[in-house]
């Protein structure tokens, strides 16, 4: 299991274009286990992956995207606050003038 960091997660479609297809595994080594394969063709360079590998990358890609966003909306927060406490001082600053004239 060396690329399930960087591996891609589910293949959608092939290199080919075609979309790709669920198939189930009749080998005695992996039986019922289930695999993407492409719509077309089946060959080299056309894709070939096993199911639970492919969701095993998803979930990890899934993750690292969720942190991500979460890190955003804590920064977007803090932006939002600062620009909560400008706006205040600007309508102080605002007031001041109106009270003057
Ligand atoms: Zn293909």
Redesign the pocket.
């Known amino acids: 299991m060396d690329n399930h960091i960087e591996g891609g997660g589910i293949p959608r479609k092939?290199?080919?274009?075609?979309p790709t297809i669920i198939l189930e595994s009749k080998t005695a080594q992996n039986p019922g286990r289930r695999f993407y394969r492409?719509?077309?063709?089946y060959g080299p360079?056309?894709?070939f992956k096993w199911l639970d590998e492919a969701h095993h990358e998803e979930l990890g890609i899934l993750r690292s995207q969720q942190a991500m966003i979460a890190k955003d909306l804590a920064e977007i927060k803090t932006e939002i606050g600062e620009l909560k406490k400008d706006i205040g001082e600007i309508i102080e600053v605002l007031e001041s003038f109106r009270s003057k004239f």
């Open positions: 092939c290199e080919c274009g075609a492409c719509g077309e063709i360079n056309h894709v």
